[in-house]
């Protein structure tokens, strides 16, 4: 008997069922960790972490101090966040992708729904600690999972579309986070938020499989997901060789330097839009979602866009060096004018100017996810993501730490400052430490 072929056999395009399946988790990622960025602002909850009455008045010294103590629970996240990073992409290369996901899908939904029942400052650091080491697994699987399914030539762009799952799930939480906390409690918003990710586990478990061994793809799609790579099957790098690679160092910087401004955004939009004292006009709970959703509406079509153009300009005939660093440049140029919006008296330019921060740091991150397949082989890209965005995680993590302080001391212009240059210097160190982007020679490993 004839065996029945699906759509996606016949068209040769099952990876972008995994990419579309990857763009899913990663934005029921984001909305678990944003929402404590919209409860923030709520007064009930800020109440109750500082272990005041329900009924008490909250001054100008209650908000301050409450400010600095969410910059600790943000360390803690980005702590946990970092910790699970140093050890999850060996694991995810070590067990597989399968399996690894599995298992910090997991973690962060039950960490998710745990935050709902949480009762002081204390407990909300636990919870928030285990939830930065589910959520750690991630982007080592999705990028993993990219370079398993997918030419160098299709890398970025498939990188760019699942990674701008992140901003939707930003935009999902900023448009019904504040509907669910005003109308049912914040304790709502955490328990609704964190079983998503138990629904998406039962989707990743149901669908994902190396693409050598799942029935849906074709030997034609399965030719073409290997069509540009020379790379011997069994070829792998190991934990402790990574670091002595100028590529390793490469990606990291990339990660380094751009992550904790990523994480800044996130954290302290809405609190920037709530009380910035240059802006004439203030958002509160029940106003805050619009400039969100434009945000980073705007943010996706750089995330696709700037994927897109890295992989169009492979296509046309320029390096994978010059391709990459040229989108990267682009995307670090766009950043640079955030600055004003931290002096700007118009919340319409601030909403601009963020958004294209934003789009171009959703660019950026789309490229140089990339450079960790471009540089290294598939069954150690999970190490290499692991151990860059682990850098990543421990400067955003010490940023976090010091960003409530700075905030309250000296405003919000000297945060900008810092995330406006950023970009241009990690380009810089990516360039001096590995010129031509060269994929490491594993006669060396």
Request: glycine share 8%; proline share 3%.
């Amino acid at each position: 008997m004839q065996q029945k072929t699906t759509f996606f056999q016949q068209t040769g395009s099952y990876r972008w069922r995994i990419c579309a399946l990857l763009f899913l988790a990663t934005t029921i990622n984001y909305v678990d960790r944003n929402v404590l960025s919209f409860t923030m602002i709520d007064d009930a909850f800020r109440r109750e972490m500082l272990g005041l009455p329900a009924d008490t008045l909250l001054t100008d010294a209650h908000v301050a101090s409450f400010k600095e103590m969410m910059g600790y629970v943000d360390a803690a996240f980005k702590t946990a966040y970092a910790l699970g990073f140093l050890i999850v992409g060996y694991f995810i290369d070590k067990i597989g992708t399968r399996k690894g996901f599995t298992i910090a899908l997991s973690v962060w939904s039950f960490a998710g729904v745990l935050n709902g029942f949480i009762g002081s400052v204390k407990g909300l650091s636990f919870t928030r600690f285990l939830l930065g080491l589910g959520e750690s697994g991630n982007f080592p699987s999705a990028v993993k999972a990219v370079a398993e399914w997918f030419p160098k030539k299709e890398r970025s762009l498939a990188t760019g579309l699942f990674n701008a799952g992140a901003n939707i799930g930003i935009i999902l939480t900023a448009l019904a986070v504040p509907y669910i906390t005003i109308h049912y409690g914040w304790r709502t918003s955490f328990v609704v938020t964190g079983a998503l990710g138990f629904l998406v586990l039962i989707l990743w478990r149901w669908i994902y499989q190396r693409p050598e061994e799942h029935p849906g793809v074709s030997e034609h799609e399965l030719a073409y997901i290997h069509s540009d790579t020379d790379e011997k099957p069994d070829a792998k790098i190991s934990w402790g060789k990574m670091f002595t690679y100028r590529q390793t160092w490469a990606f990291a910087a990339g990660k380094l330097l751009a992550d904790p401004i990523w994480y800044f955004y996130l954290t302290w939009l809405p609190d920037f839009f709530n009380s910035n004292e240059a802006l004439e006009q203030k958002l509160d709970l029940k106003h805050i979602g619009l400039p969100f959703l434009v945000i980073y509406l705007v943010s996706d079509a750089g995330s696709v866009f700037f994927g897109w153009l890295s992989s169009r300009l492979i296509q046309a005939g320029w390096s994978v060096n010059k391709a990459r660093k040229l989108t990267m440049l682009l995307c670090a140029l766009c950043v640079a004018p955030i600055v004003f919006a931290s002096v700007t008296t118009n919340i319409y330019v601030a909403v601009g100017l963020i958004a294209l921060a934003a789009a171009a740091h959703q660019g950026w991150s789309a490229n140089i996810y990339t450079l960790a397949s471009d540089m290294f082989p598939k069954k150690s890209v999970g190490s290499v993501v692991g151990i860059g965005s682990m850098m990543g995680a421990i400067s955003g993590a010490v940023f976090a730490a010091s960003t409530g302080i700075i905030r309250v001391k000296f405003g919000y212009v000297p945060l900008f400052v810092i995330a406006g240059g950023a970009y241009l210097l990690a380009l810089l160190i990516i360039h001096i430490l590995s010129p031509k982007l060269e994929p490491v020679k594993m006669e060396e490993g």
